[in-house]
Every structure is written in structure tokens, then in C-alpha cells.
């Protein structure tokens, strides 16, 4: 239970509304989701409702004190009528300190079907529980066991992503020294073979430098990829003008060679991280002039409008377009719509975009048809006023 993190730790609202419910359904005074430690002589509430002081601000009793232990140890339920007549119970200290006289307790499992506590209802006063009441704290029960259930899911869903950025990122971080290391022995190759004149092998040469700087790409993509997955990042107000401006600058070589024309309407400031916008324009922007019509000179434009609380951004290109059934296909990893001979690209940097626009809560889509030019469309948080 320790490493589901079950106790000594906060309320939480999964577990608060159970026990309400108890009290509510069953109508008691109290109700409880009681984790017991036979090794450590306690019971943890894991919520609670209607207990006394202290053990309301303690959350927890030594188990001189606990009903909820032989739910446990006997993996069965418990139904207690009236306490001071139960011989199994009558000498609990529960009965004098907590005011226990009428208990109804089920068990809770943990993933591995191993029963760690009960879910129970508490009366004051004698009691004779009914068979709806049984019913429906067996019902109730079984939605804390499928509480316990998810909450483990989710933590080593978690846990498995951490390992795997972690090993994306050793992988990433071994692969960069080789790769460096490749290209100067390549470019000294190239420099003694331009000397030797050699043009069969010069050619061979250009062919192993572009497959190892594709290769560098590839790592360096991956690694910018898995960084951001599972991350937060707190959002902040950003000028989405500078937020281009600077992924403009970055850009800068490749729209001059191939004298691409930018315009830029007016851009209001959103919530979100700088770097991370910045580097969602600077894909964008080298996707819009990278996959340009042969016949025509590449144009991109940015514009947004206000929507409510929402920013909508436009970047929109005059280049090859999108088949409308691939709209979806683009955004996943390594996918692909055109060879390596026609236009260079790691299959990653959409990717990447629509990681970034999760990050900040937003959505991004295409609007586009072959040879039609593109259009995304991103929607991000704006500022309140």
C-alpha cells in the first residue's frame, strides 16, 4: 500500500466521495475506507467521515481500536448488530473511545486481489442491517477496490513512461558522441579524397554524410520529442509576436535561400511557454517553405483572431498541400508522405507541434488539399482581462 501511496497521505476526492455516499445511502453517522497494517498496529483512513476528535485530524487508530481488522484477516465481510453483545468485538476499545455500536464492514482488494482494508458504515446505536443495506456497501465497496485498481494503472502507466524517457534520452546521449565522432572522420575523408580528386569516392562520401546527418536529426528529434512527453510546464502570458519574431531569426538562411515571403498580421498574447511556441512556429514555418511548389516562390502567413477565451492562430502556405486523407497521419511520429529524395525531414517535427499544443491545453488541424497549399490551424489559451 505504501507504494500505491494509500496512506499517510492527503484526502482525496475519489475516496471522500465513497464514504459520503455511505453516509447518505446506509444513513450513518459515520463511514469509513480503512487501510489496516498489521505490522505497523494501525489503521489508516484513507477518508473518513463523522469520526470524533482526535482520530478525525489523526486519520488513523492503533488496532485496539479496529473492526475493520478482521474484514481484513478474514477476507469477508462483517456484520456487527450491536457491539456489546458480539464477543468478537465486545472488548474493542472502538466501543468505548469511538462510540461504535453498530459496524458493517466489506472488504477492499488490492491489485493483486490481496485484501488491505474494508470499507465500513458506523452506527451509534444498535442496528440490524438490512439486506439492501449489504447490498448496496457491497456495491459501494467494489467501486473503492476499482479506485485502488485505477490509481495503480495509472501509476505504472507513469512509471513505464518515465523509464522509457529515460532511456530515450541515455539512447539519444550515446548516439550523439558516434554520430559527431562519424562526421569529422567523413569530412576528413571528404577533404583527402576533393585533394586526391577522386569523384567516384567523393560521391559515396556526400551519400554516408547525408545518411549520418540525417541520422543526428532523427536523435536530436526523438530526444526534443520525449522531453516534452508527460512534462509540465506552468503556462505564462507570451507575446506570440516576439514568439515569431525569434523563430524568424532561426529560420532566417533557409527562407532567404529560397526567398521566401513571410507576412504577419497582428498577434494577440496568449497563455503558454515561450520556448515551447517558439519552437512550434519555427516547425511550422520550415515545413511551410521545405515542401513549396517547384514552380512558384513559397509564401507563408500568420494571422490569428480572438474567440471567446480561446486564440486562434492561421499559418498558412502556398506550397504542395496535404491529401485530405493523411490529415491525421501527419501529426504521428516517423510518418512520412513524400521520399527522402524529394524533400529531407525526420517524419517528427508535426509530431512535436501537436505534443507542444497539448502541452498548452489547445488544439491543432489542417485545412489542406493536394497541391491546394496548407493551412494549420492552432487554438490556444488568450489572456483573461
Not at 448488530?81 to 466489506?106: I, K, P, Q, W
Not at 572522420?185 to 549520418?212: F, K, T, Y
Not at 494571422?303 to 486562434?312: L, N, P, R, T, W
Not at 490551424?377 to 483573461?384: A, K, T
Request: charged share 25%; aromatic share 6%; glycine share 6%.
Amino acid at each position: 500500500m505504501t507504494s500505491l501511496n494509500l496512506v499517510d497521505s492527503p484526502p482525496e476526492t475519489d475516496f471522500d466521495n465513497l464514504t459520503r455516499l455511505v453516509q447518505e445511502v446506509l444513513n450513518v453517522p459515520v463511514a469509513l475506507v480503512s487501510i489496516v497494517e498489521p505490522r505497523n498496529d494501525r489503521q489508516y483512513f484513507k477518508s473518513q467521515q463523522g469520526l470524533p476528535e482526535p482520530w478525525a485530524t489523526l486519520r488513523q487508530t492503533p488496532l485496539s481500536h479496529s473492526f475493520c481488522q478482521h474484514v481484513t484477516r478474514c477476507d469477508e465481510m462483517l456484520v456487527i448488530d450491536n457491539a456489546l453483545e458480539n464477543e468478537l468485538v465486545c472488548d474493542n476499545l472502538a466501543v468505548r473511545d469511538l462510540g461504535v455500536s453498530a459496524y458493517l464492514g466489506m472488504p477492499i482488494y488490492s491489485p493483486d486481489r490481496i485484501c488491505v482494508g474494508a470499507l465500513c458504515a458506523i452506527d451509534v446505536h444498535p442496528r440490524e442491517w438490512t439486506a439492501t443495506d449489504i447490498r448496496l456497501m457491497n456495491s459501494i465497496a467494489d467501486c473503492v477496490t476499482e479506485a485502488i485498481l485505477l490509481r495503480a494503472a495509472f501509476q505504472t502507466a507513469a512509471e513505464l513512461h518515465e523509464e522509457q524517457k529515460t532511456f530515450t534520452y541515455a539512447l539519444s546521449h550515446d548516439l550523439k558522441a558516434p554520430v559527431v565522432s562519424l562526421k569529422t572522420l567523413l569530412r576528413e575523408l571528404h577533404a583527402d579524397c576533393s585533394a586526391a580528386g577522386d569523384a567516384s569516392e567523393i560521391e559515396l562520401l556526400d551519400l554516408s554524410m547525408n545518411l549520418v546527418s540525417r541520422m543526428e536529426s532523427q536523435i536530436g528529434g526523438l530526444s526534443e520529442f520525449h522531453r516534452l512527453a508527460g512534462s509540465h510546464f506552468p503556462l505564462a502570458p507570451v507575446k506570440l509576436e516576439r514568439v515569431v519574431f525569434d523563430a524568424l531569426v532561426s529560420l532566417k538562411e533557409p527562407i532567404h535561400e529560397c526567398r521566401a515571403e513571410i507576412s504577419i498580421g497582428s498577434l494577440p498574447d496568449v497563455q503558454g511557454i515561450e520556448s515551447l511556441l517558439i519552437s512550434l512556429f519555427q516547425n511550422l514555418i520550415e515545413n511551410a517553405i521545405k515542401y513549396r511548389r517547384k514552380d512558384r516562390r513559397p509564401s507563408v502567413r500568420i494571422e490569428a483572431s480572438v474567440c471567446g477565451k480561446q486564440v486562434q492562430v492561421r499559418v498558412i502556405d502556398n506550397g504542395i498541400g496535404i491529401p485530405f486523407e493523411s490529415h491525421g497521419q501527419v501529426f504521428e511520429m516517423f510518418e512520412r508522405l513524400h521520399s527522402r529524395a524529394d524533400y529531407e525531414g525526420t517524419g517528427l517535427g508535426l509530431a512535436i507541434c501537436k505534443r507542444i499544443v497539448d502541452i498548452h491545453r489547445g488544439t491543432i488541424e489542417i485545412e489542406s488539399g493536394l497541391d491546394q497549399g496548407t493551412t494549420v490551424i492552432i487554438r490556444l489559451q488568450g489572456l483573461s482581462h
